[in-house]
C-alpha cells in the first residue's frame, strides 16, 4: 500500500502562484538508507526563501532553500542535487540521519 | 513545469482520478499519464516500466534513466456512519491524509451541513445510503451511533463486502452484544472478529478529539497492512 497522506504541497504551490510569487517545487525522487522522508515527499520554496513542506527531518531543507533562489536568480529551469553522508554542505546543515537523497528542483512557469 | 500543468494535476487529484506525473529530470520535460492513455514521444518508450510503477502503487526512478514516475491512486473510501461529535474530528485529523470521506446518517440534525461543511453527507438510512457509494475491498467503515438501528446494518454491508478495515464504537459489553447480533444475522466468527470494536487504539483518552485520534491511527496502520 502506498502512503495514505496527502500534504497538498501542489495545491499550495498554486495558491502561491496566483499571489505573484516565483516558485520552484522540490521533489525527492531517490532515497538511500534511513532517509526520513519517502520518494515523492516535497517542498516548495519561493524567491525570498519561504518554504513549506519537506524533503528530510529539517536536515537539508536549508541548503534545499538556497539551490531553489539559485535556481530562481540563475532562471534555470531545473536541478538535480543530491545529499551524501560524505557531502560537504550535507554534514554542514547536518543529515543525522545518516541517509542519502536525491531532490529533484524545478521552476513552475 | 509548467503552472497549466499545475493546474491540470490539481484538477485530477481533486476528481480522483489515477493518473501519473513523469518527468525527465535530464531536461526538465514532464506529462501526465493516465493508464490505458498514450504517452507523447518524449516518453513513449517508457509506458511498459510506467504501468509497472503503477500496479506497485510506487514513486521512483526507473532503473538506468533519468526518468521520474510519481503516481497518484484513488484516495481510499472511508465511511463514517454517524454525524456525531467525534465524526467532526475525525473530519479535521483526515484532512491531510488521502481518505475519501462520506458521512451516513438519517438523523436530520446530525447531518447537517453547517456542522460538516464542505462533505458528503448522506441523510440517509444505512441501506439506501449505500446504493449511492460504490465500495470493495478497499473501503473502510468506521461505525459510530452504537445504535442497532443505524451501525448493524452498515456493518453487515461492510463485511458482505470485506471492507478493509471495519471498527464500531461502544463498550466491550456493546460490542459483545453487537457480536451476538451478527452472529444470529448468519455471520460466522472470522467476519465478526475482523470488526475493530471497541474501536481505536488505546490511548486512554475519552474525550471526543482523542476518541476520533485513536481511530484515525487505527485506520492508518490498518491501511498499511493491506
Known sequence: MKNSFDEKILEEANDWIKTNQKVVLATVIQTWGSSPRQVGSRMIVNEKGDFSGSVSGGCVESAVVRECIGLIKDNKPCKKIEFKVSNESAWEVGLACGGEIAVYLEQIN | ?226
Open chain 2, 1 to 226: 513545469m509548467k503552472h497549466s500543468q499545475l493546474k491540470e494535476i490539481i484538477k485530477k487529484k481533486a476528481s480522483k482520478i489515477e493518473f501519473a506525473i513523469v518527468t525527465n529530470l535530464k531536461n526538465g520535460l514532464s506529462e501526465i499519464y493516465e493508464p490505458g492513455k498514450s504517452l507523447t514521444k518524449e516518453f513513449e518508450i517508457y509506458k511498459e516500466q510506467i504501468d509497472n510503477f503503477f500496479k506497485l502503487k510506487k514513486n521512483g526512478v526507473i532503473e538506468n534513466t533519468e526518468i521520474f514516475i510519481e503516481t497518484y491512486i484513488r484516495p481510499i473510501k472511508v465511511i463514517i456512519v454517524g454525524a456525531v461529535h467525534i465524526a467532526q474530528y475525525l473530519v479535521d485529523f483526515a484532512k491531510s491524509l488521502n481518505f475519501e470521506i462520506s458521512i451516513i446518517d438519517p438523523r436530520g440534525y446530525f447531518a447537517s451541513e453547517q456542522r460538516f461543511p464542505d462533505m458528503k453527507i448522506i441523510n440517509k438510512w444505512p441501506d439506501e445510503a449505500f446504493k449511492e457509494i460504490e465500495t470493495n475491498e478497499n473501503s473502510a467503515l468506521i461505525a459510530l451511533t452504537h445504535d442497532p438501528k443505524i451501525d448493524d446494518p452498515a456493518l453487515q454491508h461492510a463485511l458482505n463486502k470485506k471492507f478493509y478495515y471495519v471498527g464500531a464504537l461502544g463498550s466491550k459489553k456493546t460490542h459483545e452484544n453487537r457480536c451476538q447480533r451478527l452472529k444470529d444475522a448468519g455471520f460466522n466468527n472470522d467476519q465478526i472478529n475482523s470488526i475493530h470494536g471497541p474501536i481505536g487504539i488505546k490511548l486512554g483518552g475519552r474525550s471526543a478529539p482523542e476518541i476520533a485520534l485513536s481511530i484515525i491511527a487505527q485506520l492508518v496502520s490498518e491501511t498499511y497492512k493491506k
